[in-house]
């Protein structure tokens, strides 16, 4: 392996609860089986403090390469009342535009919308970060010890899906991690990257060599206006990433792999 390669932390998350939005589903909300890229570089913004796209500290994240792997234990289906704000939902509600009563009550403007909510039990998640700046994976793993710069209570998902840590590795180096072909089902979900790091060579097996269901998934993100606002809650404006969806299933491919953990790694090149 490289030395500029770099270095790579292991995080194990376990939790009770976790819903990962598939974007483009509304009525019946369905999950991935584990978090977009999106979902943990926001995570890790959230620890870091970095509330800023300006700041150092992000240009230097952007940097950073990801694996996530995960399982879970079941799949439940809420069933939940959202809010619509629709001018036509709250006259279906309250009979005009300008009531906000119902016997009585003054209630909230807009109506209620039944909604599905997929949910995703007993969760355990590893992610392997890798950066060439072995202080910034440091800086990671402090603010997980000592959460004291978060920006708000550590999730992943929702705002609800809080996390328990249970494993925070030492930082390895790059070459810790063995190039090797281990047939087996890791029993584990991957996200499998199109562009990964190290790059498909006689050592690596290529994107196009693994099974899985394709996905455009989210990655970094701009805000839009930014600058003008200074608001980080305004629109996004994503890249993505082309992905397979692995089940665990891998057999006759060559992968990076930690032995500690026993799975494989597929780290997401974002720059690639």
Known sequence: ???????????RIYQP????????????RHTYPIPPYSTVIGFLCNVLGIDDQEKEEYRKLRAIKISIAGRFESK??????????SQSAHVDR?????????????E????QSPVSIDVLNDVRLVLHLA????SFLERVRVSLENPVRRLEVLHLGRA?????????????DFSDYTSSRVDADFKHFFWIPEKTIPEANDQHSGFQDYEGLFYRLPTFWTVEDYVQTGNRHGRRIFDYM????????LVGKKFLFDKESQLPVFLANFRG
């Not at 609860?17 to 019946?28: D, E, L, M, N, S």
Request: aromatic share 10%.
């Open 1 to 11: 392996m490289s030395a500029s390669l770099g270095y790579i932390l292991r995080i």
């Open 17 to 28: 609860q976790a819903h990962y939005r598939v974007p483009f589903t509304h009525q019946r």
């Open 76 to 85: 439940t289906t809420e069933y939940t009342w959202f809010r619509n704000l």
């Open 94 to 106: 309250f009979g005009s535009i300008e009531n906000r009563s119902i016997g009585g009550h003054v």
């Open 108 to 111: 909230h403007i807009g109506g």
């Open 131 to 134: 950066h060439e700046d072995k």
């Open 160 to 172: 609800e899906d809080w996390i328990v840590i249970e494993e925070l590795s030492r930082i390895h």
């Open 242 to 249: 082309t992905v397979k969806l692995s089940d665990g299933l």
